[in-house]
C-alpha cells in the first residue's frame, strides 16, 4: 500500500489527501456524509481509493519523476558513451577527450593551456575538468565516465531541488534536456546553467547571499551567469521591496566564491594568464549554427563557400564573416548596456522574494536570449544556459511567459503540477515550448545529421535556418515579457508605537 493510501478516514491528513485541501482557492470541507463515517468495512475503502487516484498523492508523483529522470538519463548515456552509432553523424565525445588533455596537463602541474586556441573558458573550468581527472587517478574509471557521473550527480540534485518546490519545473528540466540529447551530458555547460538556477532560486527563498555565491561560481565556470546581475531590480524605498541591503548580499556572495576559487588557482599556480580566454573568444569567425551565419548557411546551399574547421569549431571565416561576427560583438555590448539601463530605471517589484525571482527569471531570460541569438557562436550546449533559465521561470512563476511579465502566480503547494489537465504549452508557456522544440532541432542536427549542414545539403541547412528563426521568435516573446512592467510594490506604512495608556 502506497503511502498517501495508509491515512486512516475522518482525520486531517484525510483532509490534506483531497485536491481541495492544497489547490488554490477556498478549501472544502471534509465530507460528512456515510463515507466519511461508515467505518472500516466502506469508509477505508472508499478513502483509500480517493488517495489512490489522488493527483496530488506526493509519492506516486515522486515516482514517476524518478523514473521518467532514470530512463531518460540512461538513454542519454548511452548515447553519450557509445560515441558514434545509431547512425549519428558525429561523436559527441570529441569535447570530452579535449577534456581529459587539458585535466591531465592540470592535473600533473601544468598551468592553463592558453596557447591552445580551443581554451576560451574563465579559470574556474580548470577546477571542473581537473574533479573527473582526480577520480579517473583514484578508481578505475576513465575520464570519459567520471566526467559523465559528476554531471548526472549535478542534473539528479538540479531535479530533485526542482521536485521539492514544483514539479512541472522538474519535469520541464527532464524532457528540455532530453529533446536537446546527448550533448547536454557531454559538455560542462550543466554546471554554469545548475550555478544560476539555483541564484534564482534562492533570490526566491530571500538568500541574497547563496545568490551571489551561486552567480559568482557560474560566472567563474562561464562568463554569461553574470548577466543575472545585470537582471537584477533597482533596488527600491520600501522596505519589503528587493532593498540595498539584500543588494549587498548578492555582491558578497560573488566576492565570497571569486576569494574562494582564488585561493584554489593561487594554490595550484592556474591563476597565470587566468585573463587569456578572452583573446581566443574575439579571435573567432561566425560558427556554422550562429543565427548571424544563416545567410552564409543558405550562400554554401546554393554552392558558396563553405565553413572550415578553426578554434575548435566549424565556421565561417571570410572578411564578410568576419565583419558580421565584430557587428555581433558589438551589438552583444550594446544590448546589455541597454537592459542594464532600462531596468535601472524601472519600479522596484512587489515585497515578496517570490515576485522578485520571477522578475529576475523573465528578464535573464529575455537576455541571455538576446547574447545567444546575435552571438558569433552558438553550440547546441548553449541551449543548456536556456533551458536552465526557462526551468527557474516555471519554478518560481507558473509559465515562462508569465516570469518575464511579472504575473502574479503564486506556486502551489510543493506536490502537484501547477496546471495538471491544460496543454503543454499552457503548462509552460510558448517561450518554454519554443525552446524544447529548438533543443530538438538541435539535437537533429547535432550530432545526428551535422556532416549534411557542413556539406551544404538543402533539407538539413533549411531546418538549421528554421531552428535559428524559431529562436528569434522566442526570443522576441521572452523580451517582450520581459519588458512588461512589474506590479508595483504595495505601501508598507512604518510602525507606529501605541498611545501611553493614562
Known amino acids: 500500500m502506497s503511502h498517501c493510501a495508509s491515512r486512516a478516514p475522518g482525520t486531517f491528513a484525510d483532509v490534506r489527501a483531497d485536491r481541495s485541501a492544497w489547490l488554490p482557492g477556498p478549501r472544502r470541507p471534509p465530507s460528512t456524509g456515510p463515507s466519511a463515517v461508515a467505518g472500516p468495512a466502506t469508509g477505508a475503502t472508499d478513502a483509500t481509493a480517493t488517495a489512490r487516484t489522488a493527483p496530488g498523492c506526493p509519492r506516486r508523483g515522486a515516482r514517476r519523476l524518478g523514473l521518467g529522470w532514470l530512463l531518460t538519463r540512461g538513454l542519454l548515456t548511452v548515447l553519450v558513451l557509445t560515441g558514434q552509432t545509431f547512425g549519428a553523424q558525429q561523436n559527441v565525445q570529441g569535447d570530452l577527450r579535449i577534456y581529459a588533455d587539458w585535466a591531465g596537463t592540470l592535473g600533473h602541474g ?17 577546477v571542473a575538468f581537473v574533479v573527473p581527472e582526480l577520480a579517473h587517478t583514484l578508481s578505475m574509471l576513465s575520464y570519459r565516465v567520471a566526467f559523465v557521473v559528476a554531471i548526472l550527480l549535478v542534473d539528479a540534485a ?5 521536485a521539492r518546490r514544483a514539479r512541472d519545473a522538474a519535469w520541464f528540466w527532464i524532457i528540455g534536456l532530453t529533446a536537446l540529447g546527448p550533448v547536454a551530458l557531454a559538455r560542462f555547460d550543466l554546471l554554469p546553467a545548475a550555478a544560476a538556477l539555483t541564484a534564482v532560486l534562492a533570490v526566491a527563498r530571500g538568500r541574497a547571499g547563496r545568490a551571489g555565491f551561486a552567480l559568482g561560481v557560474g560566472a567563474l565556470l562561464k562568463v554569461w551567469p553574470v548577466l543575472l546581475l545585470v537582471a537584477l531590480p533597482r533596488p527600491g524605498a520600501n522596505p519589503g521591496a528587493w532593498s540595498w541591503v539584500r543588494l549587498r548580499r548578492v555582491l558578497g556572495g560573488v566576492v565570497g566564491a571569486v576569494v574562494a576559487f582564488g585561493v584554489v588557482l593561487a594554490a595550484s599556480g592556474w591563476w597565470r594568464d587566468a585573463f587569456g580566454f578572452v583573446g581566443a573568444q574575439q579571435a573567432r569567425g561566425l560558427q556554422v549554427e550562429a543565427v548571424a551565419a544563416t545567410p552564409f548557411v543558405l550562400v554554401h546551399m546554393a554552392g558558396g563557400p ?8 566549424l565556421q565561417f571565416d571570410g572578411p564578410w564573416a568576419r565583419a ?20 535601472w530605471r524601472r519600479p522596484a517589484p512587489s515585497t515578496t522574494g517570490q515576485a522578485t525571482a520571477r522578475l529576475l527569471a523573465g528578464r535573464a531570460l529575455a537576455l541571455v536570449l538576446v547574447v545567444v541569438v546575435t552571438a558569433r557562436v552558438l553550440s547546441p550546449q548553449y541551449l543548456v544556459w536556456l533551458l536552465a533559465l526557462a526551468t527557474a521561470g516555471v519554478a518560481v512563476g507558473g509559465t515562462g511567459d508569465a516570469a518575464g511579465a511579472g504575473a502574479g502566480v503564486e506556486p502551489p503547494g510543493r506536490g502537484r503540477s501547477r496546471l495538471a489537465g491544460f496543454g503543454w504549452c499552457d503548462r509552460f508557456g510558448r517561450v518554454g515550448t519554443g525552446l524544447v522544440a529548438a533543443a530538438a532541432t538541435s539535437q537533429l542536427i547535432y550530432p545526428w545529421r551535422y556532416n549534411d549542414v557542413v556539406q551544404g545539403r538543402i533539407v538539413l541547412s533549411v531546418l538549421l535556418v528554421a531552428r535559428n528563426l524559431l529562436l528569434i ?15 508595483p510594490a504595495p505601501f508598507v506604512p512604518p510602525p507606529t508605537r501605541p498611545a501611553p495608556t493614562p
Do not use: F, K, N
Not at 538540479?158 to 526542482?162: E, G, I, M
Not at 558580421?324 to 531596468?343: D, P
Not at 521568435?473 to 506590479?487: D, G, H, I, Q
Open 110 to 126: 601544468g598551468g592553463l593551456p592558453v596557447g591552445d586556441d580551443r581554451w576560451q573558458y574563465p579559470p574556474g573550468a580548470a
Open 158 to 162: 538540479v531535479t530533485v531541488c526542482l
Open 306 to 313: 563553405g565553413p572550415r574547421y578553426s578554434y575548435g569549431s
Open 324 to 343: 558580421v561576427a565584430t557587428a555581433c560583438s558589438l551589438g552583444e555590448a550594446l544590448v546589455i548596456v541597454t537592459a542594464a539601463l532600462w531596468w
Open 473 to 487: 521568435m522566442v526570443c522576441w516573446w521572452a523580451l517582450r515579457a520581459a519588458a512588461a512592467a512589474p506590479p
